[in-house]
């Protein structure tokens, strides 16, 4: 695989010179849509994506029913959902070809752990690009009614005297995620360690698929558990557990979901790429209006996307956070972002600390060259090319790969330029020689 080029200098703003309206949005972030002419004619009109049942997935829901896959020339892309983070790297691994995908609404890390062949069968390496980031924030932390009392938040302190207390009885004490190294598992690590409970030692960590939390934990098969919506909510109406925190609360505005495609199918198809980015782009600012909510909310409740009720989505599509504890957040500035706050954007330093987690934990070796493998997997370059060709406003565009400096809800900072610094900070840790 070729080393990437420069970084292209910032876009400037295109004067918008008609009144063109996305979704009630362009205007009000400067997306101007233009049509598949704008840019080269796919090499393909097909493609096939995989989705988890999560409002994260949301841009690929709604650039199917609103058309803008079809405005972009992709006339025959299939939504396909997929049963768990385990299947979704399987299909991609086997691609379109052979009866998988072509790429998915993914878990940031796992396109460099399937890249690196660190998370494939026989360790096999599938390269793949991540193309866009699909939101910030959005995911939140559960716990088991049994802990009502405690009304666990960002303090664990009461939560890791209580988790040992009954693992000195001989109950088992289990956190839940959704994949190892996904970025589930590095916000409840993380959530667990800050507040000095070993995710290794104390807790033992489970794999459940995200549809399945709710029901796994219903018949006790776990303590808390990390997941994006509308499982956490869910988990509340049915009377089953409440939220202690969401993720934003732990690290705000954190980069979350990616879209990501296989290599081979990018480098055969770049001008199909682009039409699938331009697509997932314009889907984005249409979920980020907030006149889009409620409709957005429809979208993903049915069956053939997320199949869950209604009301067990809209509130927290919408902002608006009832933890289940007689804690209420209206308009929460934790929400999920699909495109504010330059939501869409791959920053690599955000990539750099998800990669740097997977270190801490053990999941990649302390010698991994984190720096080469984003320049590989990490195609900002390519998501600038379909700005540039929407039209989006300069504000959206960052002028640089990296965000900066990053700060944690427990006072760790993490500063992209010193990745090492930041392990060292960090008390709690299982890391590995290569």
């Known amino acids: 695989m070729s080393e990437r080029r420069s970084l292209p200098p910032a876009l400037t703003r295109r004067t918008l010179t008609q009144a063109a309206a996305l979704g009630g949005a362009a205007l009000a972030t400067g997306l101007a849509p233009r049509s598949?002419?704008?840019?080269?004619?796919?090499?393909?009109?097909?493609?096939?994506l995989g989705f988890i049942a999560l409002t994260d997935?949301?841009?690929?829901?709604?650039?199917d029913e609103k058309g803008f896959f079809k405005k972009h020339g992709m006339t025959e892309v299939e939504v396909l959902k997929q049963s768990s983070w385990g299947t979704t790297r399987d299909n991609l691994v086997l691609g379109s070809g052979s009866g998988g995908i072509d790429g998915a609404h993914i878990l940031t890390p796992m396109p460099y752990l399937i890249s690196t062949g660190t998370t494939t069968a026989n360790n096999v390496p599938v390269p793949m690009f991540i193309l866009a980031r699909l939101n910030l924030g959005g995911q939140c932390i559960s716990v088991g009614k049994e802990y009502?009392?405690?009304?666990v938040g960002t303090d664990t302190s009461a939560f890791k005297r209580a988790l040992a207390a009954k693992a000195a009885k001989g109950t088992p004490v289990k956190a839940a995620m959704t994949f190892p190294g996904g970025t589930h598992d590095m916000w409840i690590r993380y959530?667990?360690?800050?507040?000095?409970?070993?995710?290794?030692?104390?807790?033992?960590?489970?794999?459940?698929?995200?549809?399945?939390?709710?029901?796994?934990?219903?018949?006790?098969?776990m303590d808390t558990f990390c997941v994006c919506e509308p499982w956490n909510r869910q988990l509340i109406n049915q009377g089953i557990g409440y939220t202690a925190v969401t993720t934003s609360e732990l690290w705000h505005n954190h980069p979350e979901k990616a879209f990501a495609m296989r290599a081979d199918w990018v480098n055969a198809n770049p001008n199909a790429t682009q039409a699938l980015l331009r697509a997932v782009m314009e889907a984005q600012v249409w979920c980020e209006n907030p006149a889009n909510r409620e409709e957005v909310a429809r979208i993903c409740s049915q069956r053939k996307w997320i199949n869950a009720p209604v009301e067990d989505i809209v509130d927290r599509l919408k902002g608006d956070f009832d933890y289940g504890t007689g804690r209420v957040v209206k308009n929460s500035p934790q929400q999920m972002r699909y495109w504010k706050d330059q939501a869409s954007y791959p920053f690599q330093s955000h990539d750099l600390w998800f990669l740097t987690e997977n270190i801490r934990w053990g999941y990649l070796p302390e010698n991994f060259d984190s720096a080469g493998w984003i320049r590989k997997v990490n195609r900002e370059d390519l998501w600038r090319a379909a700005a540039k060709d929407l039209g989006v406003a300069a504000a959206d565009i960052p002028g640089s790969p990296s965000r900066g400096v990053e700060r944690f809800f427990d006072g760790k900072v993490?500063?992209?330029?010193?990745?090492?610094?930041?392990?060292?900070s960090l008390a709690i840790k299982a890391m590995r020689s290569a």
Request: proline share 11%; charged share 25%.
């Open 191 to 221: 959530w667990l360690a800050a507040g000095g409970i070993d995710p290794n030692k104390d807790i033992a960590t489970i794999v459940v698929p995200p549809a399945q939390m709710v029901a796994n934990m219903k018949v006790g098969s």
């Open 57 to 63: 997935a949301a841009p690929l829901f709604v650039a």
């Open 36 to 48: 598949a002419r704008a840019a080269g004619k796919p090499e393909t009109t097909k493609a096939k």
């Open 414 to 424: 993490f500063d992209p330029a010193k990745p090492k610094a930041y392990l060292d």
């Open 148 to 151: 009502a009392d405690l009304k």
